[in-house]
Nanobody, 123 residues
Framework: QVQWVEFGGGLGQPGGSLRLSCEAS????????MRWDRQVPGKERELGAE???????NFDDSVKDRFTISRDDAKNSVYLQMDSLKSEDTAEYYC?????????????????WGQGTLVTVSS
């Protein structure tokens, strides 16, 4: 059984940095798109950053040039480096992965979300 777990988050200062990570454990095969969404209370969840299987990254304009998304397929992991933090970055952050797992002679597609981690930016 595949597990997809988030790490990181917490309190950051304006202008500071935080790093989030997500790691898959269990039988995985061919990890595809990975992404980080975020949700402010009372608002809809929105895309922050995503990275394709070939390493192509896309960012929401609100985080572009401040956040970096990266992946390490050998570790089944995705990372979000958040620099130049702003108070408006305060949100619950969720990581997502599209992967395949071997199941009874075939590869089953799974789309998994992390449990969410709170990032608070405040002085």
């Amino acid at each position: 059984q595949v597990q997809w777990v988030e790490f990181g988050g917490g309190l950051g200062q304006p202008g500071g940095s935080l790093r989030l990570s997500c790691e898959a454990s269990g039988p995985t095969f061919r990890i595809g798109v990975m992404r980080w969404d975020r949700q402010v209370p009372g608002k809809e969840r929105e895309l922050g950053a995503e990275i394709s299987s070939t390493g192509t990254a896309n960012f929401d304009d609100s985080v572009k040039d401040r956040f970096t998304i990266s992946r390490d397929d050998a570790k089944n992991s995705v990372y979000l480096q958040m620099d130049s933090l702003k108070s408006e970055d305060t949100a619950e952050y969720y990581c997502y992965v599209d992967l395949k797992t071997p199941t009874q002679g075939y590869y089953k597609r799974l789309e998994l979300w992390g449990q969410g981690t709170l990032v608070t930016v405040s002085s």
